[in-house]
C-alpha cells in the first residue's frame, strides 16, 4: 500500500473536522483566545505540502511502514507491530544464526482512518535507532568474519614465505652448479655465430663463383635448349672468370681459390661454346635450305658469342657457306627451268627467243638472291642499319676500311654466289654469240654493263661473281663492237650510184645513221645524272664512254661521204659534189645534235661541213661572178703589179669597164639570184641554212669585190678618165653601200663606199 493514502487520509479528516468545527464555533470564534491546540491546527493546516524534499520524505516514510501485502490479516500485523515495539535493544547475546535472519518493517494495521500515520508518527525515532541498532550488528558480525580469514590468509603468507626462501635457496645452488653449463653453452653459442657468418661467407662466395645445378646443366646437358637459360648461364660464368681476377692478383700471388675457380669456369665455358658450335651448325644446315631466310635472336647471340671463338665461327660459317652455295645454285636452276611455285612465275628459259629479257630475268634473279643473301647475313651478325634508302645506290668499302663483319659478309656472299656464276655465264655467253643485230648486242652490253655497276657496290671488285660479269660484259661489247666494225666495213664497200641526181644521203648511209641513232637513244637511256657532269677533266662520263662508239661508226660515214663527193665531181655539175657532201655531213649532224655526249663527233662533222661549205662558197662566187660579168676585170684588179696604170692593161681598159659593168647591171636587173636571195645551183641542199649561209657569203664577197674594182678604178695613178662619170653610168652607181641593199644584206665592218 502507498504511503500517499496514509498520510491523506488524516488530512481529509482533520480537515473536514476543522471546517465542521468552524462552522460551530465561528459565532464564537472572535471571543475566544487563542490556545496551543488552536496554534498547531492552524500550523498543521498552513503547511505546504507542494514542497519538493517534503513529498521525497513522505513518501519514504511511506514506504517504511507499508504493508506487507494485501492478505495479511490486521491482528497479524498489530501482533507484529507490537513484537517489534517491544523489542529488547539490549539483547545482544542473540546467535549469529537469528541475527542473518530478516527483521520486519514497523506495520501497524489501521483499525480507523489515520491511524497508522499517527503510530507511526509517535514510533518514528524508536524504529530509526531499531534500524540503526540492526545495522551495526550486521557490520560487526561481517567484520568478524574479515578478521578469521585475514588471520587465515597471514597463515599462508608465512607458508608462502617460507617455501619462497627454500625456492630462492635451491635457485642459489642451481645457479651456482649451472655457472659453468652457462658459460660453456656462450661460448658454443659465440661460436655457432661465428659459424654461421662464415657459412653465409662461404654462400655468397659460392653463389658468386660458383654455377648452380641448374646452370651447369644448361651449359653441358643436350637436353636443354641454347636459349635464354643458356645464355644466362654463359653470362654468370664469363662474369665469375672477370670476378675471379681479382683473387688471382693478391699480392701472394694466385689463390688456389682462384686457380681452381678459373680451371672449372673454362671447362664449362667452353663446354658451353661447342654447345653453340653444335647448334649453330645445326641451324645453318636447316636454314640454309630455306629461299626465305629470317634470323631469330637465338641465332644472332649464338653467332655475337661465337666471334669470341674464331675458329668455331668460321668452321659454323663454312658449313653455312656450303648449304647456301648448293641452294642458291639449285634455286637459280629451279628458276630457269621449273620456275615458282605451281609454275609461277614462269621457267625463265621460257624467254629465251627474247635475248634482252632472257637475261635480264636471269641478272634481276641473281641481283634479287645477293640482296636477299645480304640482309641474311648483316641480320645474321646484328649489323646496324646504315639508313641506306631502299633504291639507292650501296657504298662499298676497300679492305682495311670494312668491319670484320662486313668481311666475312663479303666473304659468305661471295662463297654463295659464286657458283651461281657458272651457269650463268654460260647461258649469257651462249646469248651473246647468237647475236647478229649490233643494236641487240649493244642493249645487251648495256644491261650487263648496269647490273655489273650495281652489284659490284654489293659484292666488291674482287668477288668471283664480279670477274664473271666484267668477263661477260667485255665479252658482250665486243660482240657489239666487232658488230658495228663489221657493219661500218659494209658501208665501206658499198657501192653508191654516183650518177643519182637526187643528191640527198644514199640508203647505206640513211641505214648506218639508223642504226646509229638507235643505239645513242639505247645509250643514253643508261646513262645517270651523275654521267652527265663534266669532270675535272674537262669531259663527262657520258662523253668518254661513247667515245669509241662514235670514231668508230661516224667517221666511216664520214669518209664514204666524202669519197663519193670526189666521184660526184667528176661529172656535170662538179659543184654536185660538194651538194651531195654537205648533204650528207648535215643529215648525219641532224642525228647527232639532241645527245650531249656527240659533242666531240660534232665537232668534228661540223669542221667537215664548214670545211666543204667554204669551198662552195668559192665555187659559188666564182661562177656568180661568171654570170654577172665582173669575173675578169676583178681577177685583173687583183693581179695589178702597179707596174703601169690600170686603164692601160688589155681587159680592164674603159671601153672594157664600161661594157662589164653594164653587164653586171643588168645581170642585177634579171637574175633571181639577187630578187630571191638564192641561188638555183644550190637549191639542192637539203638544209636551208646552209644554202642562204653560202649564197649570202658569195653575194657578200661579190660586193665586197666591186668596191675593190670602184676603188682601183678610182685612184689616180690608175688614170681613168671621168672615173665617177664611168663608175656611175650603170647600177649600182659606183655604190657599194647601194650593192649591199640591193643583195639584201647588211655591210659588214672594214667595207666603205667610194
Known sequence: MSATPTVSRPTASRSSSSVNSERKISGSWASQSRNPISSRLHKVLGTNFDDVSTRDALRTLSQLYASESSGSSGSELGKKGKQVLGHDL???????????????????????PGEAATKARNNLKRDMELKLADGSRHFLNVLSQVDERLVALQKHVSAMHKSSDEAEKHLQLTNETSQSLLERA???????????????????????????????????????????RFYQAMDKTEQIREDCRVLMAGEDGPTKAGTDIMASTASQLEQGYEKIFRWCSYEFRQIGRDSQLEVSPTMREAVRRLR???????????????????????????A????????????????????????????????????????FLEALFGMKDDMRMVGSAREFRERGKM?????????????????????????????????????????????????????????????????????????????????????????????????????????PILDHVQILREIMTVYQSSLGDDELEIKDEGVSPA????????????????????????????????????????NCLSYLLSVLEPFEFTKPQQDVIQ???????????????????????LDKIATLCEEHDGSEPLSHVPGIQPAQLQSSLASFSRWLSTSNEVVSSSSPR??????????????HAALARMAKTYAMVCDRVRRKENRYEAAATLLGSERPFGQAALLWQIFGLKEEDGSEER
Open 682 to 695: 644550190l637549191s639542192r641542199l637539203t638544209v636551208q641554212r646552209l644554202h642562204t649561209q653560202i649564197h
Open 336 to 375: 630457269l627451268t621449273r620456275g615458282g611455285p605451281s609454275g609461277l612465275p614462269r621457267p625463265i628459259e621460257l624467254h629465251a627467243h627474247d635475248p634482252l629479257r632472257y637475261i635480264g630475268d636471269m641478272l634481276a634473279w641473281v641481283h634479287q638472291a645477293i640482296a636477299a643473301e645480304r640482309e
Open 607 to 629: 669542221e667537215a661541213i664548214d670545211s666543204r661549205a667554204e669551198q662552195l662558197t668559192e665555187e659559188h662566187y666564182h661562177n656568180i661572178m661568171i654570170d654577172a660579168g
Open 186 to 228: 656462450g661460448n658454443l653459442r659465440e661460436e655457432r655465430q661465428e659459424v654461421e657468418s662464415r657459412k653465409s661467407i662461404v654462400s655468397l662466395f659460392l653463389a658468386r663463383f660458383t654455377l648452380t645445378e641448374e646452370e651447369s646443366e644448361a651449359l653441358t646437358s643436350r637436353d636443354v635448349p641454347v636459349g635464354k
Open 90 to 112: 539490549s539483547a545482544g547475546d542473540e546467535d549469529d544464526a537469528d541475527y542473518h535472519k530478516p527483521r520486519p518493517t514497523a506495520q501497524f494495521a489501521e483499525s480507523t
Open 403 to 507: 668491319s670484320e663483319e662486313e668481311e666475312w659478309i663479303r666473304e659468305l656472299m661471295d662463297a654463295a654466289i659464286g657458283k651461281v656464276s657458272v651457269p650463268l655465264k654460260v647461258r649469257v655467253q651462249q646469248t651473246i654469240r647468237s647475236q647478229e643485230s649490233a643494236i641487240m648486242s649493244y642493249k645487251i652490253s648495256n644491261l650487263l654493263q648496269f647490273y655489273k655497276i650495281t652489284m659490284t657496290k654489293t659484292i666488291g671488285t674482287d668477288a668471283v661473281l664480279s670477274a664473271t660479269l666484267n668477263e661477260i660484259t667485255d665479252a658482250a661489247y665486243k660482240t657489239f663492237f666487232d658488230s658495228i666494225e663489221t657493219q661500218c666495213r659494209s658501208l665501206t664497200r658499198a657501192s653508191l650510184e654516183l650518177d643519182d641526181t637526187s643528191l640527198t644521203p644514199p640508203i
Open 543 to 582: 662523253v668518254a664512254g661513247f667515245l669509241k662508239i662514235g670514231d668508230v661508226m661516224v667517221q666511216p660515214a664520214v669518209d664514204i661521204c666524202l669519197s663519193a663527193a670526189e666521184g660526184k665531181k667528176r661529172l656535170k655539175p662538179a659543184w654536185d659534189g660538194d651538194v651531195f657532201v654537205l
Open 308 to 334: 669470341k671463338r674464331p675458329e668455331l665461327l668460321n668452321e659454323s660459317l663454312a658449313t653455312l657457306s656450303l648449304t647456301r652455295q648448293t641452294t642458291l645454285t639449285s634455286s637459280f636452276i629451279t
